[in-house]
């Protein structure tokens, strides 16, 4: 079946289609990145090169890699590194945030929001902890509202948080924002500084392998008690060895966990792909594709879950046909009974008419 609808490009790409073309070469269909992202050439190279280089006993200097990984977020996010925390878990960095609020203090949260996001605060019996649906957080923000914390963009269906009705609501009340990019930093431009709080996993939409995430927190250090502070937390690391560390950093990498050395080496490469294709760029590509996906759908009367903005459709009833279609060499995911596509930068228009035509036959 042929659907003839506009491609994702109106000028012309030659730089974008050689950089993708360059680092990714699917054997599949894969339409799975709000699950895991691929990985570029570049970055598994990177990761040969490390590994070997340690097999050998000549280990590369993966501590730089965290460095530059962290500024490559930084600037991507449009905030300075010294507000970047680089650690491996959204889940660790909201218990962090979770264990900085005072007795009583009421916990925001989208319902059905991702639990990485919202089960650290359930877990502190003294937090005040109300979920409303995703459209109404901003409205729900009273007085008393301690924090707000909310994904950018649904792991489930792909919907977008209003983050600026959010944060003015927010700063009206006296209340902090915690956003987790994890299912829009590498598409979305997200401006981290607006916010108290950012976290992100890196192994999805950033193309990073897994044991990488970030914590975006403010000049300030967000009232943020350093927990889990080891070594890697000293304002001098290699002098902080022994005993208790004498003086933590001065800077949010007080918040760093000890790094997965070998995912860094990676994810400095993945991030730097990013910076050189443009996260604006990457926007366009993949919410074309996911209009086209939906278009098609429409064709199929089918309709998908409202996530205007989104490169995740979900769509209702089809979840099933999952382990079908994955035989068909055709990856996406089954949420909720909702088969849920999700279209980055190393997708085509052929890859959204070859799932069409799945869902047709």
């Not at 264990?99 to 009583?104: I, K, N, R």
């Amino acid at each position: 079946m042929d659907y003839d609808f506009a491609g994702p490009h109106s000028g012309p790409m030659e730089t974008f289609e050689t950089l993708v073309r360059a680092e990714f070469a699917p054997k599949n269909t894969y339409l799975n990145t709000a699950s895991t992202g691929l990985l570029p050439a570049r970055t598994v190279q990177a990761l040969r090169t490390a590994v070997e280089a340690a097999a050998a006993g000549q280990p590369t200097d993966m501590f730089a890699d965290v460095e530059a990984a962290r500024a490559a977020f930084a600037r991507l996010t449009h905030v300075p590194a010294r507000r970047v925390a680089a650690g491996a878990s959204v889940a660790v960095y909201t218990g962090l945030i979770a264990a900085s609020l005072p007795e009583g203090a009421e916990v925001l949260t989208a319902e059905g929001d991702f639990s990485s996001v919202v089960n650290p605060f359930h877990v502190r019996r003294d937090l005040k902890v109300r979920s409303v649906p995703l459209e109404q957080i901003a409205d729900a923000v009273r007085p008393g509202t301690a924090l707000v914390a909310v994904s950018a963009a649904q792991s489930a269906d792909g919907r977008v948080a209003d983050l600026s009705a959010i944060r003015a609501a927010a700063r009206e009340h006296g209340a902090r924002t915690y956003v987790d990019a994890s299912q829009a930093a590498g598409w979305f431009d997200l401006d981290a500084g607006a916010h108290d709080y950012v976290s992100a996993v890196a192994f999805k939409w950033l193309l990073c392998p897994r044991g990488v995430a970030f914590l975006v927190v403010p000049e300030d250090l967000g009232g943020l008690t350093p927990l889990f502070a080891g070594w890697v937390a000293g304002e001098r690391p290699w002098d902080s060895c022994y005993g208790p560390v004498e003086e933590l950093a001065h800077s949010a990498r007080r918040f760093d966990e000890s790094p997965a050395l070998f995912s860094y080496a990676g994810a400095r490469r993945s991030l730097e792909l990013l910076e050189e294709l443009g996260v604006s760029a990457v926007r366009a590509h993949d919410l074309a594709l996911a209009g086209r996906f939906r278009a098609g759908l429409a064709s199929l009367g089918r309709d998908p879950l409202p996530a205007p903005g989104s490169p995740i459709v979900s769509v209702p009833g089809l979840g099933d046909r999952q382990g079908e279609l994955s035989d068909a060499g055709i990856e996406v995911s089954n949420r909720a009974g909702n088969l849920r596509a999700a279209f980055h930068l190393y997708n085509t228009e052929d890859d959204v008419d070859r799932l069409l035509d799945a869902l047709a036959g």
